[in-house]
């Protein structure tokens, strides 16, 4: 067990230890990233929940792969994730998504400024009508009104583009307090992800 997994408030169970439908994605997982991101494991003390959670999770986030277009970039979604978790005070998830973040937008600062202030962030007017509205959802949903969809659709967002920032912010509302709750502890990987060029 690595240092980052004792930290955890509830014990990770060993890769051998899961059923064999959730070990195989794990195991895809690892040989993309190179290792197995603490959330994997630490969900799996729950098989039935972590299906369900990682079920959810893809068809916002790879929405290819419930048959779904969308007009959010890979990029968008991880901002939405990583700007809005940084509201909800969560280590876990601004290291982890602002790794992705770093990578798909090709930015090595972008993830250290949403964090901390979208607005005086290097991003597209875009993604500030984006960010704007999801952190409206993260921090005050009960006040979202048909006025708020306006500088959405000024920017090129559809409805259903719409559902997803909301989706993904409130998703991840969820992701956001169960990591801290449980002390889940970034992986040591991800902090240098995005910010180095790769050595050729």
Known sequence: ???????????VPEL???PEDIRA???EVQEKA??????FLAFARRPAEWRAFFAYH??????????????LTKGDREMIVTTTSAANNCLYCVVAHGAILRIYEKKPLVADQVAVNYRKADISPRQRAMLDFAMKVCLHSDQIEDADFAPLHAQGFDDEDIWDIAAITA????SNRMASFSNMMPNPEF?????VPKQK
Do not use: H, W
């Open 16 to 18: 051998k230890d899961v």
């Open 34 to 39: 190179g290792f197995v991101p603490q959330v």
């Open 1 to 11: 067990m690595t240092s980052t997994a004792k930290a955890q408030r509830y014990p």
């Open 191 to 195: 902090y240098l992800m995005g910010r």
């Open 171 to 174: 998703f991840f509302g969820l």
């Open 25 to 27: 994605k794990i195991l």
């Open 58 to 71: 893809d068809a916002l986030m790879v929405p290819e792969s419930v048959g779904r277009t969308s007009n």
